[in-house]
């Protein structure tokens, strides 16, 4: 179990290393351009993804990932929030009032045909 375990443990941080290298965009990476950072991960299989986490990537605290420019989930947004209230769209009481009033219409007609048909039998 112990020797398979020294494998799994290196391929493991090496594929999470290239997947990180990969994602990571090309302005923050640091000291070599992007896909020297890969060739290194790849080639230099244990100690490729230890460089790679300690020199090759601009890190941020994780208070300020989300803030700087980032997405932003649209609940949390004050610009999409207020583009909603801006929006031109039809009156909810309005549309409700055509919905009831079309609903009367509807039960009129409905109870006209059913005393109709009583009333021919």
């Known amino acids: 179990m112990l020797r398979a375990l020294l494998y799994i443990l290196p391929l493991a941080l090496t594929i999470y290393a290239f997947i990180d290298c990969l994602n990571t965009p090309e302005e923050e990476t640091k000291h070599l351009p992007k896909v020297v950072w890969v060739i290194i991960i790849l080639l230099f299989w244990i100690v490729g993804p230890i460089v790679w986490f300690f020199a090759g990537k601009a890190r941020r605290p994780a208070s300020a990932r989300g803030r700087a420019g980032g997405w932003v989930a649209p609940d949390d947004n004050p610009e999409f929030l207020k583009s909603l209230k801006q929006q031109d769209g039809p009156d909810d009481e309005a549309v409700l ?24 039998k």
């Open 97 to 120: 009032k055509d919905w009831e009033a079309d609903l009367r219409r509807r039960e009129e007609e409905l109870k006209k045909r059913e005393s109709g048909e009583d009333t021919d």
